[in-house]
Nanobody, 122 residues
Framework: QVQLVESGGGLVQAGGSLRLSCAASGRDLRTYFLAWIRQAPGKEREFLGAIGWSGPGIGYPDSVLGRFTISRDNDRETVYLQMNSLKPEDTAVYYC???????????????WGQGTQVTVSS
């Protein structure tokens, strides 16, 4: 079992930045991929990228490539999503998720946090 708790969401103006955090707990965390997924009202869930125990974030979709960066602090068992140049269309609930395997789809992740709201005003 893996427990995930997101924080750092809020209201930001377009062009601004936010950093989301995801505190992870559980056994054998080093074996899990941690990822971020978002869901905007009336839209499907969107995979934003993932990170393994080591190495950079991977799998960024075009919608966030170059603006969002995933990083991981293994000592603090925390994953971050740095979001820059935010746009109103980035408004969504952002979820931290985990699974033993990498996937680009939300269905591929077994463990989910409760989500944190990000609202970008124009």
């Amino acid at each position: 079992q893996v427990q995930l708790v997101e924080s750092g969401g809020g209201l930001v103006q377009a062009g601004g930045s936010l950093r989301l955090s995801c505190a992870a707990s559980g056994r054998d965390l080093r074996t899990y991929f941690l990822a971020w997924i978002r869901q905007a009202p009336g839209k499907e869930r969107e995979f934003l990228g993932a990170i393994g125990w080591s190495g950079p974030g991977i799998g960024y979709p075009d919608s966030v490539l170059g603006r969002f960066t995933i990083s991981r602090d293994n000592d603090r068992e925390t994953v971050y999503l740095q979001m820059n140049s935010l746009k109103p269309e980035d408004t969504a609930v952002y979820y931290c998720v985990a699974d033993l395997s990498f996937s680009r789809t939300s269905d591929g992740y077994e463990f989910w946090g409760q989500g944190t709201q990000v609202t970008v005003s124009s």
